[in-house]
Structure formats: structure tokens, C-alpha cells
């Protein structure tokens, strides 16, 4: 499986972004599928993630109400709709995808959010 994460950019405090992780392999549709950030100096963190059937969520407490995490298991691709940025968002974003919860195997390369004040 490869990932590849786009829609980053610069953009101000309050703006929306959405990013789009698009993933090769027809075995897409049973993935858990995760959003994972990593800030200049800091440890990569855990976003968000959606599972494979019931396409249920899960958020960091930092994101939640501002980002939703979402599939398409027809076009290959999970979204990371984040609305009301901060500055501290700021970081590389980052898809990943797993057979279960917790355990990511695939990963993209990352795509660069930067939230002015």
C-alpha cells in the first residue's frame, strides 16, 4: 500500500484546510486509517483515526470539534477536514494506515501545515 497526502499550505489563524491522504491497493477498504502530526522539535503525535467497517472516529482531545476525519473507500482516500486552525497546529501531517487499531504498517510522506497568527 502507498499513501500519498496532499493539501497542506500556509494559511491563518481561524482558516480551514483539508487534507487528502489517496492510497493504492484494493484491499483500501478494510484499513484503519490514521492522521498523525509532527511539530518542529517534537514527538509525532496521534490525530485522528477511522476504522475500517463501521467507520467509526476517534480524536485527539487537542482536535476534537475542529477536525473530522473521513473515507471514501470508492476513491482510495481519507480527508482531514480541520477548520478553526490554530498556530499550534502547525506541523507535517501524515496518513497512515494499519490492519487494526494502533498498529499503522503504511505511512505517507507527509504534507506541511503552517498556521500564521
Known amino acids: 500500500v502507498q499513501l500519498q497526502a496532499s493539501g497542506g499550505g500556509l494559511v491563518q489563524a481561524g482558516d480551514s484546510l483539508r487534507l487528502s491522504c489517496a492510497a493504492s491497493?484494493?484491499?483500501?477498504?478494510?484499513?484503519?486509517l490514521g492522521w498523525f502530526r509532527q511539530a518542529p522539535g517534537k514527538e509525532r503525535e496521534f490525530v485522528a483515526r477511522?476504522?475500517?467497517?463501521?467507520?467509526?472516529?476517534s480524536y485527539a482531545d487537542s482536535v476534537k470539534g475542529r477536525f473530522t476525519i473521513s473515507r471514501d473507500n470508492a476513491k482510495n482516500t481519507v480527508y482531514l477536514q480541520m477548520n478553526s486552525l490554530k498556530p499550534e497546529d502547525t506541523a507535517v501531517y501524515y496518513c497512515?494506515?494499519?490492519?487494526?487499531?494502533?498498529?499503522?504498517?503504511?505511512w505517507g510522506q507527509g504534507t506541511q501545515v503552517t498556521v500564521s497568527s
Open positions: 491497493g484494493r484491499t483500501f477498504s478494510t484499513f484503519v
Open positions: 477511522i476504522s475500517a467497517i463501521l467507520s467509526s472516529t
Open positions: 497512515a494506515a494499519g490492519q487494526r487499531i494502533g498498529v499503522y504498517e503504511y
